[in-house]
């Protein structure tokens, strides 16, 4: 199991790394058909808030489970924009998980590891982001 310190060095990365998060993120992701045609701010949408609740997540190292935190719930706007812009369902779950491959290598990178409590935070997070933008979407088909 990660100990908080490296689960506080794992957030302060991905606040100090979150702009080359990014354009890494948006660089793999404009390889999906309905999103070569995105602008900056169209693409980002959501994902800067996001990247913002992981690090928070793992800041406070919080044992919530998935059920719990969703009911605490986050915007689900992520797959309302994604469906007004042509999206395909599938694509919008693609993009998350780019995100969560982009996260992981940031960590290996720094000699940090997704086990236990770091990878329980983090499929949390996710998770929930990736439920109620599928919800979402799914409501406005």
Not at 14 to 42: F, Y
Not at 55 to 84: K, N, Y
């Amino acid at each position: 199991m990660m100990n908080i310190p490296k689960l506080r060095k794992l957030a302060a990365l991905i606040k100090d790394k979150r702009t080359d998060l990014l354009a890494q993120w948006r660089e793999q992701v404009r390889q999906l058909p309905s999103a070569k045609h995105l602008d900056t701010p169209t693409l980002n949408d959501h994902v800067p808030a996001l990247l913002d609740e992981l690090a928070t997540a793992f800041q406070t190292a919080t044992d919530e489970t998935i059920p719990e935190a969703l009911v605490e719930g986050s915007p689900p706007m992520h797959g309302l924009q994604r469906f007004q812009a042509g999206c395909d369902i599938v694509e919008v779950v693609a993009e998350y998980n780019i995100l969560r491959g982009c996260i992981h290598d940031l960590a290996e990178s720094h000699d940090l590891s997704f086990q236990g409590h770091a990878f329980h935070i983090m499929n949390r997070v996710f998770d929930e982001a990736i439920g109620l933008a599928i919800q979402t979407f799914s409501t406005q088909q």
